[in-house]
C-alpha cells in the first residue's frame, strides 16, 4: 500500500513538472507579445466603440459638453481628446467600461475626433504608441552617446529619415500596422522625432475609396474613414506625384 501511493505520488510530481514545463512558456507569450491578439481585438473594438459612440452622442445631448479628459495643447491630433469613461459610467451613460479600453486592461484608449463639427469615437492603439515611444528612447541615447548625431536610415521624404535600428538598442523592435498587418518603417525628423510611417497603409485606402486626394488634404482623413483606430505617432501627409508624403509639423 505504501509503496503504490509512494510511485502514485511520484506519478503526479512528474506530471506537475510537464505542466509547468507547457504552460510557462504560454504565459510568457501571452505577456511578451500582445500583438498575437490584434485581430481579436479588432473584433472586439467595432462594439466597444459603437457603445461609447452612443453614449457620447447621448451625453453630449443632455449635457451640452463632450466627456473628455481634458489635455494641453502640446498633445498631438491623435492622442488629444481622450473619453472620460468613468464619468460616462459614473452618470449611467454606460453600464461598464469595456474591456477593450486601457481603463480595464486592454490595449487602447478611446479618443474623440472631429470633436467641433462631427465628434467621432475612435481607437488609440497603445502598442503603436509605445514602440515609437521606445525608439525614441533608444534614439535620444544614440544621440547623447554620439555627440548628437542620429542613427540615420535612408531618406523616406524630405526632412525625414529612416531609423537606423541597427545602431540603437531597438535593434530587433518591430512593428505591424493596425490596418493591414504589415510591418511599418519607423521615421524620424531632422531633430530626431520618432514617428511611424503610415504612407502603405494611406495608399490602400486611397486605392479602396476610389478617389482622388484634394491639394492640401492631410491624407491621414482616408485611415479615419476605413478604421476605427487613429493613426498615432504619425505627421499629415499630402498627395505628391500619386502617392503619399510625409509633410512637416507645423
Known sequence: MI??????????????????????????????YPDEKLQENKVSYRESVKRIQS???????????????TAGAEIPKYEKYRVDLDQLKGRGYIDQIPDTAFEKGGSGYFLIINEETDPTVKVMDLTTA??????????????????????????????????DLSKTEAKSLKLMSVYSGQEMAFMMDEEGTVYADYAFDIMQ?????????????????????????????????????????AQPLS
Open 3 to 32: 509503496t503504490w501511493m509512494t510511485q502514485a505520488a511520484g506519478r503526479t510530481k512528474r506530471m506537475s513538472a510537464v505542466l509547468v514545463l507547457v504552460l510557462f512558456p504560454m504565459l510568457l507569450t501571452g505577456c511578451l
Open 55 to 69: 453614449a457620447v452622442d447621448d451625453f453630449y445631448q443632455e449635457q451640452g459638453i463632450l466627456p473628455i479628459i
Open 130 to 163: 509605445q514602440k515609437v515611444n521606445d525608439v525614441q528612447r533608444a534614439v535620444n541615447l544614440y544621440k547623447m552617446a554620439n555627440d548628437n548625431a542620429l542613427p540615420a536610415g535612408e531618406v523616406l521624404y524630405p526632412g525625414y529619415t529612416a531609423v
Open 205 to 245: 485606402a486611397i486605392q479602396k475609396n476610389d478617389s482622388e486626394p484634394q491639394e492640401g488634404e492631410d491624407l491621414r482623413v482616408f485611415l479615419e474613414k476605413e478604421s476605427y483606430y487613429v493613426p498615432v505617432k504619425s505627421v499629415p501627409y499630402a498627395w505628391k506625384d500619386g502617392q503619399p508624403v
